[in-house]
């Protein structure tokens, strides 16, 4: 389970956001604090693997003690200016989230989390290939599905990335198609939209029968 200590100076704010985080999946609520010194304080006992850190707090702002914290933080504040943003990404915040936001938002992010934190999980080495997967599954949750090209199915896009994430190696179109349960051309055609975004990776392999077949690998959102 990822443990999260929640960080907002209004109490019920911080209650609403622990009942968003206690509802997905493999997230824990460890702990609420409502001050920058409780929040450190929490930490260092609670010992979280995610803070979900409001900017604007009565002693101190969520930014200055980013560094204090052996975990890794999202920042959820109503603090807009460019300033504060760059200032809490410098200091080490993996994401930023601006108030007021739906659920499904929050959501999202976590889930991109979870997966970002099962890619770097337990001491083994990483090359260079894995971090640079692990930082673009980071920020998957940011892209909006209000993207998808007209006549795709959510469902069917959702299906089909989820086969590509839980795979341990790359799937032919058929393969993803028989585990989704579509035709093969309709795998294509979300395998072509997922490969023009930058999310798979695409490659040429010759089968059994002698004739090329395309591989596809998840590798989540492109940036921005």
Do not use: C
């Not at 702002?61 to 052996?70: E, K, L, Y």
């Amino acid at each position: 389970m990822i443990r999260v200590l929640v960080v907002d100076d209004d109490f019920r704010v911080a209650q609403v956001q622990a009942s968003y985080v206690a509802r997905v999946s493999g997230f824990e609520v460890v702990g609420t604090a409502h001050s920058a010194a409780e929040a450190v304080r929490l930490a260092s006992e609670l010992r979280p693997d995610l803070v979900l850190l409001d900017e604007y707090l009565p002693d101190a702002t969520g930014s200055s003690v980013i560094g204090r914290f052996d975990a890794a933080v999202i920042v959820i504040s109503a603090a807009d200016d460019a300033t504060t943003v760059q200032r809490a990404l410098a200091r080490g915040a993996v994401n930023y989230l601006l108030k007021p936001f739906a659920p499904a938002v929050l959501v999202d992010r976590l889930n991109a989390f979870a997966r970002f934190h099962r890619l770097v999980a337990g001491d083994r080495r990483l090359d260079q290939r894995d971090v640079d997967r692990a930082m673009v599954v980071l920020h998957e949750g940011d892209s909006p599905t209000s993207s998808m090209p007209k006549g795709r199915s959510a469902v069917t896009a959702d299906s089909i990335r989820e086969a590509l994430r839980s795979s341990s190696e790359a799937m032919t179109a058929q393969a993803i198609a028989e585990s989704v349960g579509v035709s093969r051309a309709t795998a294509q055609r979300y395998l072509a939209d997922l490969a023009r975004a930058g999310r798979v990776d695409l490659t040429l392999r010759y089968g059994t029968t002698g004739r090329p077949e395309h591989r596809y690998e998840w590798l989540g959102s492109a940036a921005g």
